[in-house]
């Protein structure tokens, strides 16, 4: 027993290690479900490493295409196209939640190693269940009520079991706050979706901030700076991401503490980007969470040590995690598509701000804009933040995302 004992003791961590290394120059894939921005910032480090990739996206111009060692079309919410593309796959991850979750259970009972984890993205694609899981795990959110259906709401509101204002959220998957509305009227209530939803206290925000934490399948767990998000007043998409946020050394503390719990209770395997609010009262309460590479992290690319992308790859293979700190500051900015233009997509003034010291462009490579689509970020580093969040206002007002 001994001899069998100290036999495994010194040939696991070899077999560990000939699976890492069968990545690098080697045979083993990486298959990322979703082929949009994320994805395509992600396969900059695994052509960095030499790291086979598969990507599996309905459309045939997915950005990531033309990044990754084979492409294959098809619909990501299909139990059969997801078995059969992951089948195929060493390690299986996410850019984009909205995935179908049974066929990860199963690629996961057959031996994939599937980051993040089927229960983790069980959980987080639907708003109901995250908040659930955040009430359950003593997570600090905002105050909630869950209800079955639209009728169930309005009756509550009938009954006075709730009153105006509140945010209302849908149980399924939005995003860019499609599935929330403010709802301060009967008017605004009757605008709301059908289904199942969330009544949800409309928290007075001072900021919204924003922290990236990665975790390895060994349990190895890092935590990138707290990040300030600055919203577009009416697309309600984030405008600036400012790295570090301007907030007191005892709010980034208390920020990092409460990320690096939700981290803990979710005991995900990739990164997690957990958005929070900094309410006027000085709480900090969790909104939601994405398993993934996320927009508040794009700075990292240039601004810190590690990118996230590369963070995620490192922990999908379960290598050391990177340095999170940030070299220089950094302020991101999203290029969205401006209002009233839809069709080809034209980049105007991007020679203007390449002039500028420390601009760097990122253009997705999707052909068509519309308005506030998202089509590229710029990340503008800068010693001085302030000089950065500067530089990025002067960016913003420069180039346009326009059709000709
Ligand atoms: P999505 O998943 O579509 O991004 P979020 O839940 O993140 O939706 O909400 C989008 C935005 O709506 C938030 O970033 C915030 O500005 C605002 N918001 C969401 N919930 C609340 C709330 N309870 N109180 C005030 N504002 C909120």
């Known amino acids: 027993i001994l001899y069998g004992f100290f036999l495994i003791q010194k040939t696991y961590p070899y077999f560990c290690q000939k699976n890492i290394m069968g990545f690098f120059s080697g045979k083993h894939i990486i298959g990322i479900l979703g082929g949009g921005q994320l994805g395509k910032m992600l396969l ?33 919410m299909d139990y059969q196209t997801v078995i059969d593309f992951g089948k195929e796959v060493d390690i299986l991850t996410i850019e984009i939640e909205n995935v179908n979750p049974d066929a990860l259970a199963t690629l996961e009972q057959q031996g994939v190693k599937v980051y993040p984890q089927a229960r983790v993205l069980k959980v987080i694609q639907n708003k109901c269940h995250q908040k659930q899981f955040y009430q359950k795990n003593k997570i600090p959110t905002a105050p909630f009520q869950l209800f079955n259906s639209k009728e169930d709401l309005k009756d509550a509101v009938v009954r006075g079991l709730i009153s105006f204002p509140f945010v209302w959220k849908s149980e399924s998957m939005g995003y860019d706050g499609y599935g929330v509305k403010i709802v301060r009227t009967n008017q ?92 006027k009262e000085g709480e900090i309460w969790v909104n939601e969470v994405a398993p993934r590479p996320h927009n508040s992290g794009h700075y990292s690319i240039e601004a810190s040590y590690t990118s996230q992308f590369e963070q995620h790859i490192r922990a999908l293979l379960d ?86």
């Open 188 to 279: 605004n209530l009757e605008e709301v979706n059908e289904g199942a939803c969330m009544a949800e206290e409309l928290v007075d925000i001072d900021k919204e901030l924003g922290i990236i934490v990665c975790r390895s399948p060994k349990g190895e767990t890092c935590c990138y700076p707290c990040v300030e998000m600055e919203f577009h007043p009416e697309a309600n998409q984030v405008e600036y991401v400012l790295s570090p946020a301007r907030i007191s050394k005892e709010v980034a503390k208390m920020a990092e503490e409460i990320a690096l719990e939700v981290s803990k209770a979710f005991r995900h395997v990739g990164l997690l980007a957990v958005e929070l609010f900094l309410t």
């Open 44 to 76: 900059n480090t695994t052509h960095q490493w030499d790291i086979k990739t598969k990507v599996l996206d309905p459309n045939a111009e997915a950005p990531a295409r033309i990044g990754c060692n084979h492409f294959v079309q098809g619909d990501l």
């Open 319 to 404: 290598l050391p995690l990177g340095n999170t700190a940030n070299k220089v500051a950094g302020v991101m900015v999203n290029l969205v598509g401006k209002e009233g233009h839809k069709g080809p997509v034209h980049y105007k003034n991007i020679e203007h701000i390449l002039a500028i010291e420390g601009v760097n462009p990122h253009i997705y490579g999707k052909k068509e804009t519309r308005p506030f689509r998202k089509m590229g970020h710029i990340t503008i580093v800068n010693k001085e933040l302030s000089v950065a969040r500067k530089i990025a206002e002067d960016v913003k007002e420069t180039i346009e995302v326009i059709t000709k």
